[in-house]
């Protein structure tokens, strides 16, 4: 019984194994070994609740495609005006705001010289886009050729 003990005491037990005396020891290193970093889970988070207003707004959309028939110029108006009242998640959009501000540094993104801003991530931007009236007309543009309230 003893001798299980021993294991624990300085200086006696088993020697370290070569990749645990190379492995670095700190708070960092353990907090990081520890599950998803915050930049990821806060991506994940986005891009779920991103997608499930984009099918909500898709569903609104239809609806009013719907009602309105024929009459793009009744669709166009009426699009528009929602877009605009439209009340859309303040958390989500602090949540987006926070990601844009904090994750080029949580992911030690390096800098492009020429640009002054961080590289692009497979060919895109960090930066999500806040969900308003823009970003909603955008994603579901009123028929074209039509003159929208707003404009």
């Known amino acids: 019984m003893l001798s299980r003990d021993l294991d624990e005491v300085d200086g006696l037990g088993r020697p370290l194994s070569r990749r645990a005396r190379h492995a670095q020891r700190s708070v960092e290193a353990y907090l990081q070994a520890g599950g998803r970093p915050r930049w990821m889970e806060r ?59 904090w994750y080029p540094v949580e992911r030690d993104l390096a800098m492009d010289i020429r640009t002054g801003d961080y590289v692009l991530i497979n060919g895109r931007s960090y930066r999500r886009p806040h969900l308003d009236a823009a970003w909603l007309l955008e994603q579901f543009p009123p028929p074209v050729g039509i003159r929208r309230a707003g404009d």
Do not use: K, P
Request: net charge negative; hydrophobic share 40%; glycine share 4%.
């Open 43 to 101: 991506v994940m988070e986005i891009d779920r609740r991103t997608a499930e207003e984009r099918r909500s707004h898709a569903a609104a959309y239809r609806r009013l495609r719907d009602e309105c028939g024929a009459d793009e110029a009744l669709l166009a108006d009426s699009w528009v005006r929602r877009a605009h009242a439209f009340a859309f998640d303040d958390g989500l959009n602090q949540l987006i705001a926070e990601h844009n501000q």
